[in-house]
């Protein structure tokens, strides 16, 4: 097959090539240059060019760097500033699977001749009764099914993952044999177009107003404390929010920017026993998933997964067996198969409780 390779400078994409071309596939790799202003972190540095560029010709393979600077800031960045400015917790890195990778790079494939796209995500692509389906990877750390949960069945049946068999420990130990130079880069854990020395404060701040509030105890009533950032805070964060004072910990229930209130409790005031889903945000990996449904439910790339059930036709929501840690507006919310946890079946948003 003649297979487009994304990658990102990384250890993991470059394995996936590598092992592309040892099966014997005409491989052609592809960087994305995605955030146009400083970046020092992240997949988007003009250190991760260079290092897809040189593992490429160490693999002997063509590579091109493909611009999309001006979709990223439209479909990524400018919705990740909207968000906050409306109280939500976004997810870029999903935005940008959803949007350029698994979008605009397919469209680009497709027109260039390409049979499949090939990605180094920690993901399998699984077939069942002729159908194709997003499974977990064989890395617990590592796994990236949740996000991708948006695939749709016609970019699954194009998407190659060579390494969601593999754990990261088998990743490194390929690429050290192959004497590539990414054996032992550090993995990307932040949003590529924030700079890790300024932090998300100082590039929103240069975007947005943020709205001063102040910290409410759900226990007492007492006013706890003051944030000149309410767009910052995040329903379950615990960080930056002093104790009461029964000495226990505090965790963020509520932001409301309009009252100008953060709403903050002990954790069993903050637990839930349902989720709210943004219906418009919602995929399936087949059929729609019928009202009653019990599933496997995931929140955060690292979340534990839960039972619940999914309910109602619109609004929607998952019913949980468990109380457990509350799902800020705008994340992420997968849902897995009952009978096999691994696989998809659901994507959509959390919405306001």
Same mark, same amino acid.
């Given at each position: 097959?003649?297979?487009?390779?994304?990658?990102?400078?990384?250890?993991?994409?470059?394995?996936?090539?590598?092992?592309?071309?040892?099966?014997?596939?005409?491989?052609?790799?592809?960087?994305?240059?995605?955030?146009?202003?400083?970046?020092?972190?992240?997949?988007?540095?003009?250190?991760?060019?260079?290092?897809?560029?040189?593992?490429?010709?160490?693999?002997?393979?063509?590579?091109?760097?493909?611009?999309?600077?001006?979709?990223?800031?439209?479909?990524?960045?400018?919705?990740?500033?909207?968000?906050?400015?409306?109280?939500?917790?976004?997810?870029?890195?999903?935005?940008?699977?959803?949007?350029?990778?698994?979008?605009?790079?397919?469209?680009?494939?497709?027109?260039?001749?390409?049979?499949?796209?090939?990605?180094?995500?920690?993901?399998?692509?699984?077939?069942?009764?002729?159908?194709?389906?997003?499974?977990?990877?064989?890395?617990?750390?590592?796994?990236?099914?949740?996000?991708?949960?948006?695939?749709?069945?016609?970019?699954?049946?194009?998407?190659?993952?060579?390494?969601?068999?593999?754990?990261?420990?088998?990743?490194?130990?390929?690429?050290?044999?192959?004497?590539?130079?990414?054996?032992?880069?550090?993995?990307?854990?932040?949003?590529?177009?924030?700079?890790?020395?300024?932090?998300?404060?100082?590039?929103?701040?240069?975007?947005?107003?943020?709205?001063?509030?102040?910290?409410?105890?759900?226990?007492?009533?007492?006013?706890?404390?003051? &944030?000149? !950032?309410? /767009?910052?805070?995040?329903? %379950?964060? #615990?960080?930056? =929010?002093?104790? +009461?004072?029964? *000495?226990?910990?505090?965790?963020?229930?509520?932001?409301?920017?309009?009252?100008?209130?953060?709403?903050?409790?002990?954790?069993?005031?903050?637990?839930?026993?349902?989720?709210?889903?943004?219906?418009?945000?919602? &995929?399936? !990996?087949? /059929?729609?998933?019928?009202? %009653?449904? #019990?599933?496997? =439910?995931?929140? +955060?790339?690292? *979340?534990?997964?839960?039972?619940?059930?999914?309910?109602?036709?619109?609004?929607?929501?998952?019913?949980?067996?468990?109380?457990?840690?509350?799902?800020?507006?705008?994340?992420?919310?997968?849902?897995?198969?009952?009978?096999?946890?691994?696989?998809?079946?659901?994507?959509?948003?959390?919405?306001?409780?």
């Amino acid at each position: 097959m003649r297979i487009l390779v994304a990658m990102s400078g990384g250890v993991d994409s470059s394995v996936a090539a590598a092992l592309l071309v040892e099966q014997g596939h005409e491989v052609v790799g592809a960087t994305l240059k995605l955030w146009g202003g400083e970046s020092d972190t992240g997949c988007c540095s003009v250190a991760d060019v260079d290092d897809a560029r040189r593992v490429a010709q160490v693999l002997g393979v063509d590579h091109h760097v493909f611009n999309y600077t001006e979709e990223f800031n439209r479909h990524v960045v400018e919705p990740f500033v909207a968000d906050h400015v409306a109280g939500r917790t976004p997810n870029p890195c999903i935005e940008c699977n959803r949007h350029i990778k698994f979008d605009l790079l397919f469209e680009r494939a497709a027109r260039l001749g390409f049979d499949a796209v090939a990605t180094g995500h920690h993901a399998r692509v699984i077939t069942k009764d002729g159908r194709y389906y997003l499974a977990r990877g064989a890395d617990d750390q590592k796994d990236q099914s949740y996000v991708l949960g948006y695939l749709t069945e016609s970019q699954l049946a194009t998407l190659v993952l060579p390494i969601g068999h593999l754990n990261k420990a088998a990743v490194r130990a390929e690429a050290e044999r192959l004497g590539l130079r990414t054996w032992d880069k550090p993995d990307s854990q932040d949003v590529c177009f924030i700079e890790s020395s300024r932090g998300r404060a100082a590039f929103l701040g240069e975007r947005m107003t943020m709205t001063d509030a102040v910290l409410i105890d759900a226990t007492t009533g007492e006013e706890v404390g003051h &944030t000149e !950032a309410a /767009e910052l805070m995040t329903v %379950g964060q #615990r960080r930056g =929010v002093v104790p +009461g004072r029964d *000495g226990e910990r505090r965790y963020v229930q509520r932001v409301d920017l309009r009252a100008r209130r953060v709403i903050v409790g002990r954790l069993d005031e903050v637990l839930v026993d349902r989720v709210m889903l943004d219906d418009d945000s919602m &995929t399936f !990996a087949r /059929e729609e998933v019928a009202d %009653g449904t #019990r599933l496997w =439910v995931q929140w +955060g790339a690292h *979340g534990r997964p839960v039972l619940g059930v999914l309910r109602g036709t619109g609004p929607r929501w998952i019913e949980l067996d468990e109380r457990a840690r509350p799902v800020a507006p705008g994340q992420s919310v997968v849902l897995y198969d009952l009978d096999d946890p691994s696989v998809v079946v659901a994507a959509c948003v959390a919405a306001a409780a």
